[in-house]
């Protein structure tokens, strides 16, 4: 059975730093791409990173580049989404998904009927 378990969210003060884990389990990882994704409240779901299972390569939304760090520990099964500079727009409920190589374009715009998706963790960033 395929399972995400997104962990890490809470409450941090614009500028702050937080680190979000994905925990996965049920696929090789390696065959695998592993995407964060967000949703405020009102707003449409929105990709933010992902990263190719097997070469490592990642992706970054333009609203993250340069604040965000994505990072996968094979050994562990797990992808982290280390947020740096966060600011209030990056309040949202934060979602990891999997999807196939097979459909992975590089980017977070899988159909996401093809992938799998765990739970959410709200992150919240108010002073």
């Known amino acids: 059975e395929v399972q995400l378990q997104a962990s890490g969210g809470g409450l941090v003060q614009p500028g702050g730093s937080l680190k979000l884990s994905c925990a996965v389990s049920?696929?090789?990882?390696?065959?695998?791409?592993i995407g964060w994704f967000r949703q405020a409240p009102g707003k449409e779901r929105e990709g933010v990173s992902s990263?190719?299972?097997?070469?490592?390569?990642?992706y970054y939304a333009d609203s993250v580049k340069g604040r965000f760090t994505i990072s996968s520990d094979s050994a562990k099964n797990t992808v982290y989404l280390q947020m740096h500079s966060v600011k209030p727009e990056d309040t949202a409920v934060y979602y990891c998904?999997?999807?196939?190589?097979?459909?992975?374009?590089?980017?977070?715009?899988?159909?996401?009927?093809?992938?799998?998706w765990g739970q959410g963790t709200q992150v919240t960033v108010s002073s």
């Open positions: 049920g696929f090789r990882f390696d065959d695998y791409a």
């Open positions: 998904a999997a999807v196939s190589l097979t459909f992975y374009d590089g980017t977070t715009e899988w159909n996401p009927n093809f992938g799998y």
């Open positions: 990263v190719n299972g097997d070469d490592g390569s990642t």
